[in-house]
């Protein structure tokens, strides 16, 4: 093994995964980094393949959005190989928690320089996710957009299936267990953060971070969906806990049940459904940063 060797996982699917690899290909060469890349025709998944050839490598890179990180979590966590981050998503929401660049060669210059920071993982019924767990709303976004869709159009894919959901959203009951008490509530959508930014341009809570050992979580408790449009910049900008329509706190575990399963939307993928008990595990993964 050198000195400086990297799994590359580039996600060919993702919205400038396939495009980007010559470009990936040579930066990581101009920058030192010998890596090894998985043959096309290998269909195990990121997190298998990570810990087959952990003797291997020294590091881990990923190409694409959060779903491409949140595939390769369980890898990461059994390994514990550092992870470098390559922007090549839709929303690149995680480098945006983390203070990433979102440009190719300079987020390869922070990999080659080597400097690290462990951050924190969720957990979901045992399933680990860097930025953000949904239920609702964003599930039933998630279940909407497809990856067809994301790459032609991006952010605004986004916007416009959501908008076209919110109008048929109707509200459900839920079930909290956290710190000792017990709440329900009737709610449109129900948020579990560990990172700050999620679904392109929302922010769990204002001030957040990925190494807070903390969970952040929100509900959403609008009874007409158009009462989001007055939320939305609250939205954005994390503060939206201020409002009377929405309950939000910070815990280490919670459990949540619904009258009905409903699914789980982690890092954009629907990885397990209700009742789930969400989890923190505190410096993880070590993630190279600036």
């Known amino acids: 093994m050198t000195a400086n060797s990297a799994l590359l996982l580039v996600n060919p699917n993702s919205r400038r995964g396939k495009e980007s690899l010559p470009v990936v290909r040579q930066h990581l060469s101009r920058a030192g980094i010998v890596y090894l890349e998985?043959?096309?025709?290998n269909k195990e998944s990121p997190s298998t393949a990570i810990v087959r050839l952990a003797d291997q490598v020294n590091s881990v890179i990923v190409g694409g959005g959060d779903?491409?990180?949140?595939?390769?979590?369980?890898?990461?966590l059994d390994t514990g190989l550092p992870l470098g981050v390559l922007p090549l998503g839709t929303a690149n929401d995680f480098a945006r928690t983390m203070g990433l660049p979102l440009d190719l060669?300079?987020?390869?210059?922070?990999?080659?320089?080597?400097?690290?920071?462990?951050?924190?993982?969720?957990?979901?019924?045992?399933?680990?996710f860097f930025n953000v767990a949904s239920i609702g709303f964003s599930a039933d976004l998630a279940m909407s957009l497809t990856e067809k869709a994301k790459k032609r159009w991006g952010k605004l894919g986004y916007g416009l299936v959501a908008a076209r959901l919110l109008a048929s959203s109707r509200l459900f009951t839920a079930t909290l267990d956290h710190d000792g008490r017990t709440e329900e509530l009737r709610t449109l959508q129900l948020a579990v953060g560990n990172g700050r930014f999620y679904g392109g341009g929302m922010t769990v809570q204002a001030d957040a971070t990925a190494t807070d050992g903390m969970l952040d979580f929100y509900s959403l408790e609008v009874d007409h969906w158009w009462k989001l449009l007055r939320l939305l910049p609250s939205l954005r900008k994390g503060t939206h806990g201020d409002w009377d329509d929405v309950r939000a706190f910070s815990t280490k575990d919670l459990t949540i049940h619904t009258s009905k399963p409903r699914a789980v939307n982690?890092?954009?993928e629907l990885k397990t459904e209700t009742p789930v008990r969400f989890k923190i595990r505190e410096n993880a993964v070590p993630v190279f940063v600036p």
Not at 38 to 41: I, R, V, Y
Not at 106 to 123: F, H, N, S
């Open 38 to 41: 998985l043959p096309p025709e």
């Open 67 to 76: 779903g491409s990180l949140n595939s390769a979590a369980k890898g990461l």
């Open 105 to 128: 060669a300079t987020a390869i210059d922070v990999i080659a320089k080597g400097k690290t920071a462990p951050i924190d993982l969720g957990e979901a019924n045992g399933h680990p």
């Open 266 to 268: 982690l890092d954009g």
